[in-house]
């Protein structure tokens, strides 16, 4: 629960060094500083919030410059205290001594979930603050609405760190790519998973020990769910699409499907092939609407997606003007999400009292339904039931000799549903998706 304690009054930055140096300075230069400085409050003190505020702190004289004058983080708002560490000077648990500070120009979310970050965002925009956020959760669920609540204020309201970790992504498609029809977005969107995929192909893990692992080096959550089952990359390929095509997507209504039923021998199956098995989260452009899915592929060393490895992650953008591009980077870890933060709050101070979002409509994009989405299938059977899945899935390729008693057939295209048919009818081992 949120506790309200008596409001202080805190002012000056969590570095000593930037706050002497201005205490000292000659009259004109303070005055000339309160005329440029900017003050962030940043809300959360976690993983990514203590990232910003040392990326904010020791990078501060190039930010400040890239800003267009100071820049310092003025409140931390947290129900916990944290001894010894500077942010205790500037730490509250009350957020209206955020929102009632008339210095603060910009609010920084990075609590995660959806209450209170919905709401205190929200009264941050009402109340004239900028605001940007590293919650891809809150940005696809109320991403639309605080968009137009910040324009409705004059002010702005960014969200780069929500999808790819490191890589600017969004900032991309919303300024570089303007020119060009986007046709397809492609992506391992989740470090956590592409790190554990990455432990099983290379290491021989299995899926439970590469979890742990994972866990233990701090790439993954305590409860992973979000992660291993497909629920952040969804969420992160729907923001992302909503960008690229200007119109509303609920990430409720796509395919999702995670790691968590990927075998050690599948891996092996992929190595075979000269493949690899990642998690991607796509979004191709149709004439008869977009198809949208997370799900995990077989994907052969002739994508650039291939060698993606560890925590690391990269975004294929197909263009009708561009043609192909990808965007790589670090996708986990508090100081590369950090970082992508500091981009839009950089961007929120240069910018103040200008209006530079890209803002999608309420109308729903229109999406192929799952049944109707086309691919292709690697399939595991028991050498017992091999020509009935040739007959049955139709056959491209038999890979033979892998694991004793069994065998694999790798199908042409064909529909979801066709798929689902199928497999009522043929008793498999496991199947994954083929990239082509």
């Known amino acids: ?74 409140h931390v708002l947290d129900l916990r205290t944290f001894p010894g560490d500077p942010v205790e000077e500037i730490l509250t648990d009350d957020f209206n001594t955020i929102l009632n500070d008339p210095e603060v120009d910009i609010v920084v979310e990075t609590m995660g979930g959806l209450h209170p970050a919905y709401e205190f965002t929200k009264a941050a925009l009402e109340a004239g603050k900028s605001a940007c956020t590293s919650n891809k959760e809150l940005v696809a ?28 992504i969004i900032r991309a498609l919303m300024n570089s790519l303007t020119g060009d029809e986007i046709l397809e977005i492609t992506g391992i969107l989740n470090g956590t998973t592409n790190y554990i995929m990455t432990q099983m192909t290379e290491n021989g893990t299995g899926f439970d020990e590469a979890l742990k692992d994972a866990q233990a080096k701090g790439f993954a959550e ?7 089952e497909g629920y952040d990359p969804c969420r992160k390929i729907s923001i992302l699409s909503e960008i690229a095509y200007g119109k509303a997507v609920d990430y409720n209504d796509l395919h999702c499907e995670g790691i968590t039923k990927i075998q050690t021998e599948d891996i092996r199956y992929a190595a075979e092939l000269g493949s690899a098995i990642k998690l991607l989260a796509s979004s191709v452009k149709k004439e008869n609407g977009c198809e949208m899915m997370v799900s995990p592929y077989i994907v052969s060393q002739d994508s650039p997606l291939y060698a993606v490895k560890g925590v690391f ?7 009708n003007m561009l043609g192909d591009a990808m965007f ?63 007959k049955v899935f139709g056959c491209e390729k038999v890979i033979e000799g892998v694991i004793e008693g069994e065998a694999a057939v790798l199908t042409g295209v064909m529909k979801e549903g066709a798929f689902a048919a199928g497999l009522e009818k043929v008793p498999v081992r496991s199947f994954i998706r083929v990239k082509k």
């Open 313 to 319: 992650n990269a975004v294929f953008v197909k263009g």
């Open 222 to 228: 305590l409860h992973p769910e979000a992660d291993i």
């Open 328 to 390: 790589y980077g670090s996708g986990a870890g508090s100081l590369p999400t950090a970082s992508a933060v500091v981009g839009d709050v950089v961007d929120l101070a240069r910018n103040s009292g200008r209006n530079i979002m890209k803002i999608w409509e309420k109308e729903k994009l229109p999406l192929v339904p799952f049944e109707e989405i086309e691919n292709s299938f690697f399939v595991r059977v028991g050498t017992e039931n091999l020509e009935e899945a040739k």
């Open 141 to 168: 669920e109320y991403g639309l609405e605080l968009l137009q609540t910040a324009k409705e204020h004059g002010v702005n309201y960014l969200f780069e760190a929500s999808c790819g970790g490191g890589i600017p």
């Open 1 to 74: 629960m949120w506790h309200i304690r008596e409001k202080t009054e805190i002012t000056g930055s969590l570095n000593p060094k930037h706050k002497n140096s201005a205490d000292n300075a000659p009259e004109h230069t303070k005055k000339q500083e309160t005329n440029t400085m900017k003050y962030a409050a940043v809300l959360g003190y976690g993983t990514v919030g203590s990232g910003v505020v040392k990326v904010i702190n020791t990078n501060n004289e190039i930010i400040s410059k890239n800003a267009g004058g100071g820049l310092r983080v003025k």
